[in-house]
């Protein structure tokens, strides 16, 4: 039998951001990527459908590593994440490709992107952690792309992460394999998975990927992590979006994740392939928040509309606002920790303990990271 890698060597990364990863078998003179449920079998000098895994000397490489499409300083609700520390500033960023190979995606110039050297920018994991805590924010969160894809750079920047006292948060279609999720998710406090859709048909016609090893890493996390973990749908006209799907989908979630898992669903808008229709009209939004209410969820939500209402947090006892949202922006709040001020039953989620949300608000600040680069090259 040919070498077996699953934990990643030590190993740092040379200057054109190339490391030696994980998760992958030999079989024969190729390289075979067990990271995801893909398992590309490549030769020597191909990349995977990610675009950023390669074999190269008959290893599989990470090809991204210290490189990013860029930082921003976002509210955590735009992840979204409405149950984890509402208000707060999140440091968000991204590299380049994905696994997934969704028609409609919404950040397909950073997810489809093959130009890697031009768009990146170098930051190590230490200077992401110092500059997270110097600007002020609780946490930081891996997004734009899926990073599942860079799990070596996500996993070491989540470490030093948490060594600063930052909270880590992963974004994800959570398309991954059941040998990589521990090593992934052990560093993360949070997760927004994207159910892109609830049929089989849906993920292999419009995602080229599958619907099972999703409902996979959604159980994982639910049931074997103390990841806080909320859920995201785009609602595709023609696409995902019956109310027979919508209703198994709820169901599903009901059933084995239980009701206390925060359900977003939000509108989509034509883009990169799929242009052959409208956006999603708010009454299939409302429907679809209906539909997950009356099968039992308890926070629901709706997402790229104007909608004070079925964006606010509601107690589930006594069903009076507890966490009030104008977009991104929040307004009234009537927790004391986890507890409804109005009547004390708990509120599913990760809050402030002295009941104060977050002032944040709805600004998206780019971070020029390649100062706190140098700060740490300084002292090193």
Known sequence: MGQRVIDPPQVAPDEQGTRPGGWWHQ??????????????????????????RQNLGGQMVLTTYGRSTGFCIDPIEKKPLNHFFPGSAVLSFGTAGCNLGCKFCQ???????????QLSE???PQAIAGATRSLGCQSVAYTYNDPIIF???????AKACREAGILNVAVTSGYISHAARPAFFRFMDAANVDLKGFTEDFYWNLCSGHLQPVLDTLRYLVHE????????????PRANDSSEELRRMCDWITEHLGTDVPLHFTAFHPDFRLQDR??????TLNTAYDIACQTGLKYVYTGNCYDVA??????????RCVIEREGYTIGRYFLKGNHCAHCGAEV??????????????????????AMFEQRMNRKA
Not at 35 to 41: N, S
Not at 107 to 117: A, F, L, P, T
Not at 151 to 157: P, Q, W
Not at 349 to 367: E, H, I, L, N
Request: with cysteine; glycine share 8%.
């Open 27 to 52: 079989k024969d003179d190729k390289v075979v990527c067990d990271l995801c449920p893909r398992a590309c079998v490549l030769g020597e000098g191909q990349r995977g459908f990610c675009f950023v």
């Open 107 to 117: 950040n397909w110039s950073i997810s489809k992107s093959r130009e890697i050297r």
């Open 122 to 124: 170098r930051a190590s």
């Open 151 to 157: 799990a070596e750079y996500a996993i070491d920047t």
């Open 225 to 236: 992590t103390d990841v806080w973990v909320e859920i995201t749908t785009l609602l595709i």
């Open 278 to 283: 409208g956006p999603t009209p708010i009454q």
């Open 310 to 319: 079925r964006q606010s947090t509601y107690c589930p006892a006594c069903h």
């Open 348 to 369: 599913h989620g990760r809050f402030d303990a002295a009941g104060q949300p977050g002032q944040w608000g709805s600004r998206r600040q780019p971070v020029p990271i």
